[in-house]
T-cell receptor, first 113, second 113 residues
């Protein structure tokens, strides 16, 4: 099993550009989530999904969209990037929403100029 | 809302020393999780605690679920250079949807060989 994979590893964007951060898991996990990590701020939840076709907002959803068309994939979209979205983004998954042990991907480092 | 406060924010220790860090909350948790993040990687679960007073070990790591349910402690014995990283505590976000976690801001550990 590859576990949770994320692409790209690094990305530089200009303000106003759009992009999609990819996340995939091969563990047949129902629950998937996106976090952002900023220095001194820990991990903050952006969006999450409890299964295919179901998504909801986390603590800091503004500026991000998600969809969950399959169990395996949970992409995060930035429609119009802003410098405040410069961060490290982590995708995580768990067996289902009752399982509190989450498995994290390696992260995507995003710089918005 | 719920918050997890970790201390210390950072530690600089000599190889071979023991390490102690803690996590506190103003509200009760029924689960405490400890994650470690290696530089440039995603967090990895170290220990999960499910019962007040529980003491659980994972090699040189020992974590305790506080009796009040409002705190948890992580100890590392005889530290080695590969212990370097950021240690996060986490717990279920009872104010949000089931399955969501909230994280402390982390304790950054540096070990001098």
């Amino acid at each position: 099993n590859a576990g949770v994979t994320q692409t790209p590893k690094f990305q530089v964007l200009k303000t106003g550009q759009s992009m999609t951060l990819q996340c995939a898991q091969d563990m047949n996990h129902e629950y998937m989530s996106w976090y952002r990590q900023d220095p001194g701020m820990g991990l903050r939840l952006i969006h999450y999904s409890v299964g295919a076709g179901i998504t909801d907002q986390g603590e800091v959803p503004n500026g991000y969209n998600v969809s969950r068309s399959t169990t395996e994939d949970f992409p995060l979209r930035l429609l119009s990037a802003a410098p405040s979205q410069t961060s490290v983004y982590f995708c995580a998954s768990s067996y289902d929403q009752t399982e509190e042990t989450q498995y994290f991907g390696p992260g995507t480092r995003l710089l918005v100029l | 809302g719920q918050q997890l406060n970790q201390s210390p924010q950072s530690m600089f220790i000599q190889e071979g020393e023991d390490v102690s860090m803690n996590c506190t909350s103003s509200s009760i948790f029924n689960t405490w999780l400890w994650y470690k993040q290696d530089p440039g990687e995603g967090p990895v679960l170290l220990i999960a605690l499910y019962k007040a007073g529980e003491l659980t070990s994972n090699g040189r790591l020992t974590a305790q679920f506080g009796i009040t349910r409002k705190d948890s402690f992580l100890n590392i014995s005889a530290s080695i250079p590969s212990d370097v990283g950021i240690y996060f505590c986490a717990g279920p976000n009872y104010g949000g949807s089931q399955g969501n976690l909230i994280f402390g801001k982390g304790t950054k550990l540096s070990v001098k060989p």
